[in-house]
T-cell receptor
Framework: DTEVTQTPKHLVMGMTNKKSLKCEQHMGHRAMYWYKQKAKKPPELMFVYSYEKLSINESVPSRFSPECPNSSLLNLHLHALQPEDSALYLC?????????????FGPGTRLTVT | LAKTTQPISMDSYEGQEVNITCSHNNIATNDYITWYQQFPSQGPRFIIQGYKTKVTNEVASLFIPADRKSSTLSLPRVSLSDTAVYYCLVGAFYNNNDMRFGAGTRLTVKP
């Protein structure tokens, strides 16, 4: 199984809502990633978990909060988002976080903040 | 942080070979070079990865000169379905976040 799954596929939320994005992989990978991608732009790294250690991208606002319940699951908790946070949120995993192994990407969650 | 530079766009015709070059002048010793393909509204998909010299798989070849300051993705005999954005990624993650996608090259294959 080389699949990374993400739920939900689409999400519309208001600026006062709290929601979560979920990501799962069963490849035994020890690194998992969250990316944000705006239209016609490259994926922008948000967070990385490697061997269950979080490395935080400094430019990510605190209204985005990652959680890694175990090595197969990755969540992204959303609170008080802004309309400019509307984007495609991609989850990925790789064997480890050294960069020498390919990343497997999920299909993404299309988020719209109203 | 190894920054990459790619052409913004390229056009080709079906059946031709396409070469996309990525510049990464400050690549570090521990960095690997990875190329991804992305179709609209989908996650990127791994194409090929290399460290030095030449790597070939069933879909592409990757040429890396000795100084590793650039790399060239070669797609043989492209088809319409190869129309996509191609990203060059250079980096190695240890204790800092330096995995970065370049701006990408939008390849359009015409009939």
């Amino acid at each position: 199984d080389t699949e990374v799954t993400q739920t939900p596929k689409h999400l519309v939320m208001g600026m006062t809502n709290k929601k979560s994005l979920k990501c799962e992989q069963h490849m035994g990978h020890r690194a998992m990633y969250w990316y944000k991608q705006k239209a016609k732009k490259p994926p922008e790294l948000m967070f990385v978990y490697s061997y269950e250690k979080l490395s935080i991208n400094e430019s990510v606002p605190s209204r985005f909060s990652p959680e890694c319940p175990n090595s197969s699951l990755l969540n992204l908790h959303l609170h008080a988002l802004q309309p400019e946070d509307s984007a495609l949120y991609l989850c990925a995993s790789s064997q480890d976080g050294t960069g020498r192994y390919e990343q497997y990407f999920g299909p993404g969650t299309r988020l719209t903040v109203t | 942080l190894a920054k990459t530079t790619q052409p913004i766009s390229m056009d080709s015709y079906e059946g031709q070979e396409v070469n996309i070059t990525c510049s990464h002048n400050n690549i570090a010793t521990n960095d690997y070079i990875t190329w991804y393909q992305q179709f609209p509204s989908q996650g990127p998909r791994f194409i090929i990865q290399g460290y030095k010299t030449k790597v070939t798989n069933e879909v592409a070849s990757l040429f890396i000169p000795a100084d590793r300051k650039s790399s060239t993705l070669s797609l043989p005999r492209v088809s319409l379905s190869d129309t996509a954005v191609y990203y060059c990624l250079v980096g190695a993650f240890y204790n800092n976040n330096d995995m970065r996608f370049g701006a990408g090259t939008r390849l359009t294959v015409k009939p």
